[in-house]
């Protein structure tokens, strides 16, 4: 099974976002209607993370699902084993999570992970 101890935990919104406007042949003008042009460049230089409503504007302005977007952030490297890795780390979770088995109740009711 996978571990999450190989996946990198911090996300480069920045890099990948780049990545992604490069692989489709789009400007950070082109990007204006997903948020403003300064806040691009803010969140392409790691100044700035987007929250989720400017990442899905953003994923839609690159013609991609919000995933991939984020799973980008989280491969430095944008390379098939990287992103097979964390998306066997992501499944292994979901099934994990689904079967009731991730998580218990403490002893003020509260689930734990």
Do not use: W
Request: hydrophobic share 35%.
């Amino acid at each position: 099974m996978s571990s999450r101890k190989n996946a990198n935990p911090q996300a480069n919104f920045g890099r990948a976002l780049q990545q992604l406007r490069a692989a489709r042949g789009v400007t950070q003008e082109d990007m204006l209607f997903a948020t403003s042009r300064r806040h691009i460049s803010r969140v392409e230089q790691g100044h700035q993370v987007p929250g989720i409503r400017v990442i899905e504007s953003l994923a839609e302005n690159l013609q991609v699902h919000p995933l991939t977007l984020i799973t980008a952030a989280y491969c430095p490297a944008l390379d098939s084993a990287s992103i097979s890795e964390l998306l066997k780390i992501v499944k292994a979770e979901f099934r994990t999570l689904s079967s009731g088995q991730a998580g218990h109740r403490d002893s003020k009711g509260s689930e734990t992970f």
